[in-house]
């Protein structure tokens, strides 16, 4: 037997659940703080019999205490910065736009979103539908007795309690996405950056809509599939994306039927939700993709730096539109080639990540919730803890970064904070952090015996109808390999995929 075979049959079959604390260091060293990796013999809470505490429930668990953590370090604007002083809230770093909004928006005055114009410059809400939806919900559960102080933050804790509905729905189903991998979700609900951005914005409800379409897609469930991320693109543009890789993928393994009642469901649940506003309100409706096109260069972006170091003026936001969508084209076309060419088919996940990180990083505003996007895509597409806290450190000293230099600028003649030099390289470490897992995922695809997920001979067990399927287009040198070479290695060959494993 050659040791390759023997390294295959020692492995654990796919029906294990896979203990991260033995097979990654990060983990195994962080474990010590609860008690050392798990043993041999310990019960992992898989099954009946196993007592309450499965992996599911404990990374929810995890995941609502980090949240309420999150809560926490937003105390300090809570009490009183969102109310008193222009750089408060930007010195505690603790800015959260719901507040603001609460007022700014009309929600206080009981203006319909899309239907009601408001006082100002803005005159409709900004946000896509269903977004709109979730933040009317709330006012409605916001009482209208007491100052505006009071309400504001009634407000703020009225969506943060849905938002933490929304953090145990994305928990458990990237826990339960890969059957094998439940502790991977740990990677979401301990992420510092999580904590950190979960009540900035709304942003955490189109997350959670696309974390239990990434579950339905992993179930073989295309229609459900289809239908939450239709919904997910009515209250976030980004989750429309994710239609690309699946188009992918599908059309490596000639699984266009399941693609297409994917696209069909998407577009039908976008239509359900945005028709009726856009025949009945399609200023207000119109609002969001013009406020898209027409904002200018914001923060976190590339272009930012482009704009403050040789274009003080402003760059030409046409201009800037263009490239973006040249560059997003682009990467996009990679993106193909590597689906097509690559030696195996890539996982799902790790195609998802790569569209919406190339889409973030592109883009002319990466806003520091943004990251909220990619966590649990992380989780799925590059399961390790190093590589995870190497990108959460730097989305992390960003989130400090554009805080402190927000403050800076709006301080007066007397500034404190960050200066625009050391927000530039803020910038930078930001959008390195992100590339740096973009590379390493890539190398993964272009490598798969350094995917994780796949050491133990899985294929893609978020995959669904795409796990263990063959191939049936291929570009390139993946689809001639060398016959010298595949003889040569026959002896010492391993047979990916899950049907490898159903066989007895």
């Known amino acids: 037997m050659t040791s390759v075979h023997r390294d295959v049959e020692d492995a654990p079959g796919p029906q294990d659940v896979v203990r991260p604390t033995r097979q990654d260091e990060v983990a195994a060293a962080g474990s010590e703080l609860i008690g050392g990796p798990v043993g041999r013999f310990a019960r992992l809470g898989t099954g009946p019999g196993y007592g309450w505490l499965t992996p599911v429930r404990v990374v929810v668990l995890v995941a609502i205490g980090m949240f309420a953590l999150g809560m926490v370090q937003k105390m300090p604007c809570y009490d009183w910065a969102w109310f008193q002083g222009a750089t408060s809230q930007y010195t505690h770093a603790c800015y959260s736009d719901i507040p603001h909004l609460y007022v700014g928006r009309g929600f206080a005055d009981d203006l319909v979103p899309y239907f009601d114009k408001i006082n100002g410059d803005m005159q409709y809400l900004e946000y896509p539908v269903l977004t709109g939806l979730f933040m009317e919900v709330a006012s409605w559960l916001t009482p209208h007795g007491g100052s505006m102080q009071h309400r504001e933050q009634v407000y703020w804790m009225v969506n943060a309690g849905m938002l933490m509905i929304c953090t145990a729905v994305i928990a458990a189903c990237v826990a339960r996405t890969h059957r094998r991998r439940p502790w991977d979700a740990l990677l979401v609900a301990l992420a510092p950056a999580f904590a950190l951005t979960a009540t900035i914005n709304w942003d955490l409800f189109a997350v959670a809509l696309t974390a239990a379409a990434m579950l339905m897609w992993s179930r073989s469930r295309p229609l459900a599939f289809g239908i939450l991320i239709g ?3 009515a209250a976030k543009l980004y989750p429309a994306l994710i239609l690309g890789p699946v188009l ?3 059309w490596r393994a000639g699984k ?5 009642t994917a696209l069909l469901g998407a577009f039908a649940a976008w239509l359900v939700v945005d028709l ?6 399609p200023e207000g409706f119109s609002k969001f993709w013009s406020f898209s096109h027409d904002r200018g260069v914001d923060f976190g972006s590339f272009w930012l730096i482009v704009q403050q170091r040789w274009a003080p003026g402003g760059l030409d936001v046409d201009m800037v539109n263009n490239v973006s969508i040249l560059l997003m084209l682009l990467a996009c076309g990679g993106l193909t080639a590597l689906a097509l060419m690559a030696p195996r088919r890539p996982r799902l996940a790790q195609l998802v990540f790569l569209v919406v990180a190339a889409f973030i990083l592109t883009n002319k505003v990466y806003s520091p919730q943004y990251v909220l996007w990619l966590i649990p895509l992380a989780a799925l597409a590059r399961p390790r803890w190093r590589d995870f806290l190497i990108w959460q450190a730097c989305e ?3 989130f400090l970064g554009i805080w402190l230099y927000l403050a800076y600028i709006g301080s007066g003649d007397k500034p404190k904070g960050l200066p625009q030099d050391g927000y530039q390289w ?5 959008l390195a952090g992100t590339l740096y897992l973009c590379a390493v995922i890539v190398r993964d695809i272009l490598m798969p015996d350094r995917d994780v997920v796949r050491k133990d001979g899985s294929d893609d067990p978020s995959g669904g109808v795409l796990d263990g399927a063959p191939d049936e287009f291929v570009l390139g040198a993946a689809a001639h390999p060398p016959r010298h070479a595949a003889h ?3 002896e010492q060959l391993v047979e990916w995929g899950a049907e490898h494993w159903k066989q007895p």
Do not use: G, Q
């Open 231 to 233: 919904l997910a693109t």
């Open 248 to 250: 992918l993928v599908c």
């Open 256 to 260: 266009w039927r399941e693609f297409l």
């Open 276 to 281: 009726p506003v856009m025949f009945l309100a």
């Open 396 to 398: 992390s000293m960003y």
């Open 426 to 430: 803020a910038i930078i470490l930001h």
């Open 488 to 490: 040569h290695y026959e």
